[in-house]
């Protein structure tokens, strides 16, 4: 496999976050290409420019300020996370607000989106809370705390106990606190000091950029007469310029070494375009057959995804299943239905007294059962793939365990356990 092709492949299965910042990388190695600006499309100065401007001009150093998200994707990339784990870490780092903290329902989100397991998020989740600055990736303002007291040991009993109770801190009820934290005041006091020098909002640290849950690659229109137009979204996509007059300065020179790295730049400057153009026509193709396929849920008229394989995409467009493969990660199309990846589009076919269902068809249906049990009528793994199989879908229990598992539903012994623990509960405030 040629260099370049490895390049090509490489491109295909990127991010856009990712192919911005290796197209970056090309364009500061290639003496030749200039990236064009994404609000007008006029090229940017020559790079012979840019090296004058002075490293004193504030101008220059707030332009060059890195955003929340590119500094969360560089971290991440340190890591060592699993191709797996980086997908839930792309997919939280774009969940996150100004502030830095995940944006309420993300880790649902992922499990939903991303048919992963509670643990895999919870892991991954736990790994990208080591970052600088410390506090990122928080679900609550008392977590974003907590993460950044624990880092220099000061997460005592008074600490959490404080972070529990904010709201006596906002009142400053210093008295009120030191009796549920089961303390002197003077040991509130000393602990409210430590916690008034840390960071609620890790995030504004990094440029104010909007940050979006996810952002898509392409974008599915309705149209007028019926059907859907799939476009690809070019405002986040890098465009790079090739700088013929540049290259023919050189040429002009004779200089044989100088001439030839100009050629040899100037193939590389060629064969990047192409494979960028490349990678966007094959975005788009995928995308078109996934809504074909899945048009019944982009009309509204299927609450769920059909069930659907990467060989299906891939026969239909003439490629290779492990290109569908690649064009499928780290991408996601906007919608009238909303902003989904394109993984959330090929779903596991499961039988069906009238045909096929999807397992997200499935697990809605878990959820529906658990959700409208009583504390007398839990429902055990068991019981559920007997009323999946009167409703005409065959699963096996430890397939029903697996969905329910994903979806952080506890098991059976559990939700009884809750159940009772709630009536006990309620029968007391009402006393």
Not at 136 to 151: H, P, V
Not at 187 to 194: I, N
Request: hydrophobic share 45%.
């Amino acid at each position: 496999m040629t260099p370049q092709l490895m390049q090509a492949i490489k491109l295909l299965q990127m991010s856009n976050l990712e192919l911005e910042a290796a197209v970056r990388e090309e364009v500061d190695q290639n003496p030749l290409l200039t990236l064009a600006s994404r609000s007008d499309g006029r090229v940017p100065v020559r790079r012979e420019g840019v090296r004058e401007v002075s490293g004193n001009d504030p101008l220059a150093a707030v332009a060059g300020r890195t955003s929340l998200t590119e500094h969360c994707a560089r971290e991440a990339a340190t890591l060592g996370l699993t191709p797996a784990e980086q997908q839930i870490a792309n997919f939280l780092i774009g969940s996150l607000d100004e502030d830095g903290r995940l944006s309420d329902g993300a880790e649902t989100s992922a499990l939903e989106m991303l048919g992963v397991s509670g643990a895999a998020v919870s892991a991954t989740l736990a790994k990208l809370q080591t970052m600088e600055p410390t506090g990122l990736f928080a679900r609550s303002l008392q977590e974003c705390l907590a993460l950044q007291l624990a880092e220099i040991d000061a997460l005592t009993p008074v600490a959490q106990g404080i972070l529990d109770n904010l709201h006596l801190v906002a009142r400053r009820d210093v008295r009120r606190l030191a009796e549920v934290c089961d303390t002197s005041e003077s040991a509130v006091v000393e602990t409210l000091s430590t916690i008034r020098t840390l960071d609620p909002r890790p995030g504004l640290a990094f440029d104010a950029a909007p940050i979006h849950a996810i952002e898509p690659d392409v974008i599915v229109r309705r149209r007028a007469n019926g059907g859907f137009l799939v476009v690809l979204d070019t405002a986040r996509m890098p465009k790079v310029l090739i700088d013929a007059d540049y290259h023919a300065e050189i040429a002009a020179t004779g200089n044989t070494a100088a001439v030839s790295f100009a050629n040899q730049c100037l193939r590389s400057a060629h064969w990047l375009t192409r494979s960028l153009d490349q990678r966007a026509r094959t975005i788009v193709k995928v995308a078109s057959a996934i809504v074909t396929r899945q048009r019944a849920f982009f009309e509204g008229t299927a609450q769920h995804v059909s069930p659907l394989t990467l060989r299906e995409v891939a026969e239909d467009i003439g490629m290779h299943e492990s290109t569908v493969s690649r064009v499928v990660s780290n991408k996601a199309l906007s919608s009238p239905r909303g902003v989904f990846p394109f993984r959330a589009f090929f779903a596991v076919a499961i039988d069906a007294a009238d045909g096929s269902v999807s397992a997200d068809a499935v697990r809605a249906q878990i959820r529906q059962l658990v959700d409208t049990e009583t504390p007398a009528s839990v429902r055990s793994d068991d019981e559920i793939v007997k009323t999946l199989k009167a409703n005409g879908i065959v699963i096996a229990r430890r397939t029903v365990a697996k969905y329910r598992e994903a979806m952080n539903i506890p098991s059976s012994v559990e939700r009884r356990r809750m159940a009772r623990h709630e009536g006990f509960a309620s029968s007391h405030l009402r006393r």
